[in-house]
């Protein structure tokens, strides 16, 4: 049973930083794309970023790009989401996505697995 499991949110003040975590469990996760949602209140679910697990490719939403880094842990199959410079338009839950294939990494449908979410809370 494929599992993804985050960690790590909460509130912060605007200009800190928060680091999430997504750990896999229940298959192997070599060729999967594991990427962040998020979804705030009223809005819809949008993606964030990805890395693809085999070569560590990554992919950012232009609102976050050199202010959130994605990374992976093989030995610990986890993903990590370091963000910092936040801003309270960065809140939303925030969701950990696995998918083996599809064709553009920010669609939300191609994702096979979900994980519960966590709370990041910015506050001005």
């Known amino acids: 049973q494929v599992q993804l499991v985050e960690s790590g949110g909460g509130l912060v003040q605007a200009g800190g930083s928060l680091r999430l975590s997504c750990t896999a469990s229940?298959?192997?996760?070599?060729?999967?794309?594991m990427a962040w949602f998020r979804q705030a209140p009223g809005k819809e679910r949008e993606f964030v970023t990805a890395?693809?697990?085999?070569?560590?490719?990554?992919y950012y939403v232009d609102s976050v790009k050199g202010r959130f880094t994605i990374s992976r842990d093989n030995v610990a199959n986890t993903v990590y989401l370091q963000m910092s410079s936040l801003k309270p338009e960065d809140t939303a839950v925030y969701y950990c996505?696995?998918?083996?294939?599809?064709?553009?990494?920010?669609?939300?449908?191609?994702?096979?697995?979900w994980g519960q979410g966590t709370q990041v809370t910015v506050s001005s």
């Open positions: 996505a696995a998918r083996l294939r599809g064709l553009r990494v920010g669609i939300k449908y191609e994702y096979d697995y």
């Open positions: 229940g298959r192997t996760f070599t060729n999967y794309t």
């Open positions: 890395i693809n697990w085999s070569d560590g490719s990554t």
